[in-house]
């Protein structure tokens, strides 16, 4: 494990604009900078990045945080791995905390599997640009196919010989252990030759481009060789959790919003030679839902590319299931007689693909009527089995909407009632659901107008702690003094307090709690640190949180410089600097919220008052009216605000 020595060296080090700038280009506007977001297709830049603040907010996808969530939206890095590459990056020393002896073992064993594999990368990529094999037959297939050296190089595609122990005895000259190179599926382990003997050798990589195994394709003649081989599973490699080019196609497929799917190493070179690159491949087994799940992290939307014969027709209807119950939108590309996305894409532009696939993608729906053809129209027995067939994809599908909205679309396309269709539809969830007799449906919970005010301003005031908490300003309060006959009066007095204690000691007042979980964790956070540091500092705060307080942090704080993006003032449009109103801010918004609180306070007293006896009664009935002075208190001081 990273010691928390490096990671927090690694915050102090790290400059947001600095890692953010080596991805996208960014422009400096007033004291932040602006660009196009990395996430959507956008001419308008939305994406903005705070110096002072060491945070980002994208506002078209809503995404932001610190300099680490962005390598994890960005890249995909796991958190440590964004820890490894700023520490890279600044030429931070890295030190490992102690681990168990198991832990050590494990994290040796899968460390050791990672070296042999770049290793054997290296390898196969100098065999392919050096040895004869590799500069003639190997080169030669891809030459034959218009396979540039920039697409190649990309890829790092590699080629081993015939000999049988090359690469065996080049890893064993270099200490390597032969059982690894077997666990990897390196040698054999019945005579330890060379598996990928006179193949093309593809590189696979996790999603953050680790090497993690390969695939190779045969060169020779051979028939009793398999075309294609994979590594075989491994602690650093299960192909059911791989997809082939995802390492290459991720950013794109975040900033399309869209993946397409195919079957080949090529078709994912193929098209990114072309210049489509939201494309990955599953290496020619069926889809998995650890797949599925790898796409899902970066976009829900997928066009699956698969060939018109009947293997490839077979494996979209697969795939369609899974990806329909996993909550992903579908469209279905079948590609001309004979031809695959390498074959296809060969003589295309890029521009010819994307209105190919445009003209002639469709959804399972009509892929499936499509699949029968004129039969459908002249056998009641097949128009039966399809209509059964998407009914029953449709109720794998979990969003009632678009359920609803397939069904109208199956109505329209076969021709059937969508009466009869709901019907159906309702038969097969019937039968999946576990049955619950003598249950009543739960009522919906009504959305209460109040709590959502009360939720704005426990924002609001969040937002304060933020940017002003350690601010210390003067507060116009009003005092309540009670005279000689009893009577109460109202004297006005000026009060200077930092705006945490002002926020603080007036919520305390009253007992308040924040309704919000989210809110009421960073109330207390940032409470606790005010009253712990003298300086507050929002990047170390920020650092320091989960990555979901870290996001709604970012957007709160982020908020506040929104109008810069605009540039308002090019357009003599000046928005107010909320930080000459902080008095006015703080005070109208924790009193607002404590009238709020107080009238549902005083309605759950209300309530209780009627279900209670005569004592308990008057004790509450005395609460009411205490709640009711200090309501009429905070009324007047909210007026004088005002």
């Given at each position: 494990m990273i010691s928390k020595i490096t990671i927090d060296k690694v915050f102090q080090t790290a400059l947001v604009e600095e890692v953010i700038g080596d991805f996208i280009q960014l422009k400096k506007s007033g004291s932040n900078y602006k660009g196009l977001s990395p996430f959507t297709n956008e001419k308008t830049p939305s994406f903005m990045v705070s110096p002072t603040k060491q945070i980002w907010k994208d506002f078209?996808?809503?995404?932001?945080?610190?300099?680490?969530?962005?390598?994890?939206?960005?890249?995909?890095?796991?958190?440590?791995?964004?820890?490894?590459?700023?520490?890279?990056?600044?030429?931070?020393?890295?030190?490992e905390t102690e681990l168990t002896d198991k832990q050590k073992d494990q994290n040796n064993a899968k460390e050791k599997l990672y070296l042999i594999c770049d290793f054997a990368k290296n390898y196969f990529l100098n065999q392919f640009n050096e040895s004869?094999?590799?500069?003639?037959?190997?080169?030669?297939?891809?030459?034959?196919?218009?396979?540039?050296?920039?697409?190649?190089?990309?890829?790092?595609?590699?080629?081993?010989?015939?000999?049988?122990?090359?690469?065996?005895?080049?890893?064993?000259?270099?200490?390597?252990?032969?059982?690894?190179?077997?666990?990897?599926?390196?040698?054999?382990?019945?005579?330890?030759?060379?598996?990928?003997?006179?193949?093309?050798?593809?590189?696979?990589?996790?999603?953050?481009?680790?090497?993690?195994?390969?695939?190779?394709?045969?060169?020779?003649?051979?028939?009793?060789?398999?075309?294609?081989?994979?590594?075989?599973?491994?602690?650093?490699?299960?192909?059911?959790?791989?997809?082939?080019?995802?390492?290459?196609?991720?950013?794109?497929?975040?900033?399309?919003?869209?993946?397409f799917i195919a079957e080949g190493y090529t078709d994912v070179m193929r098209f990114h030679q072309i210049g489509i690159k939201n494309i990955v491949s599953s290496s020619g087994t069926a889809l998995t839902v650890s797949q599925i799940n790898l796409i899902r992290r970066l976009t829900k939307n997928v066009t699956m590319l698969f060939d018109s014969d009947k293997a490839g027709v077979n494996a979209t209807e697969r795939a369609v299931e899974l990806l329909l119950s996993q909550g992903m939108n579908i469209d279905i590309c079948i590609l001309p007689d004979n031809e695959d996305p390498d074959s296809f894409g060969r003589s295309k532009t890029q521009e010819e693909i994307n209105n190919y696939v445009e003209e002639n993608s469709v959804d399972f729906i009509e892929f499936k009527s499509n699949m029968l053809g004129s039969s459908i129209k002249n056998s009641p027995s097949q128009k039966t089995k399809i209509i059964n067939e998407i009914i029953t994809l449709i109720s794998k599908v979990t969003d009632p909407i678009k359920q609803e909205i397939y069904v109208k679309d199956c109505s329209s396309v076969l021709d059937i009632s969508e009466r009869v269709l709901f019907n159906s539809l309702a038969q097969i969830k019937h039968f999946k659901a576990p049955k619950k007799q003598f249950e009543k449906p739960s009522a919906i919970p009504k959305i209460s107008k109040k709590l959502d005010q009360i939720e704005i301003l426990e924002q609001k005031i969040i937002e304060i702690l933020l940017l002003y908490g350690n601010y210390e300003v003067v507060f116009d309060e009003i005092s309540m003094i009670k005279g000689k006959d009893g009577e109460l009066t109202y004297k006005p007095i000026k009060q200077k307090s930092k705006v945490y204690k002002k926020i603080?000691?007036?919520?305390q007042a009253d007992e308040i709690e924040f309704a919000n979980e989210d809110f009421k964790k960073l109330y207390l956070l940032l409470i606790d640190d005010f009253q712990k540091n003298n300086d507050f500092d929002l990047k170390t705060f920020i650092d320091n949180l989960s990555s979901d307080l870290s996001t709604k942090v970012t957007s709160i704080v982020m908020n506040n410089d929104l109008y810069q993006l605009h540039n308002w003032q090019s357009k003599n449009v000046f928005v107010k600097d909320k930080q000459k109103k902080i008095t006015q801010l703080v005070t109208e918004s924790i009193l607002t919220l404590r009238t709020l609180l107080i009238n549902k306070k005083v309605s759950e007293l209300s309530k209780k008052t009627k279900e209670s006896g005569d004592d308990q009664g008057e004790e509450l009935l005395e609460e009411i009216v205490n709640y009711y002075q200090l309501k009429s208190l905070l009324s007047k001081k909210l007026n004088r605000v005002i």
């Open positions: 078209s996808s809503g995404k932001g945080g610190n300099v680490i969530a962005f390598l994890m939206e960005h890249e995909q890095y796991s958190y440590p791995q964004s820890i490894r590459y700023l520490a890279d990056k600044y030429n931070i020393e890295i030190i004869h094999f590799g500069k003639t037959i190997a080169r030669t297939y891809f030459d034959e196919r218009e396979f540039n050296d920039e697409t190649l190089k990309k890829f790092e595609i590699g080629s081993l010989g015939s000999e049988k122990y090359n690469l065996r005895d080049h890893c064993l000259s270099m200490g390597y252990n032969a059982d690894d190179l077997e666990a990897l599926g390196l040698i054999s382990s019945k005579n330890q030759m060379d598996i990928y003997r006179s193949r093309l050798i593809f590189p696979i990589k996790s999603i953050s481009g680790r090497t993690i195994g390969f695939g190779a394709r045969i060169l020779d003649n051979n028939k009793k060789s398999a075309k294609y081989i994979n590594s075989p599973d491994s602690i650093i490699y299960n192909k059911s959790n791989v997809l082939f080019g995802l390492y290459n196609s991720k950013n794109e497929i975040v900033k399309k919003d869209n993946c603080y000691l007036d919520l």
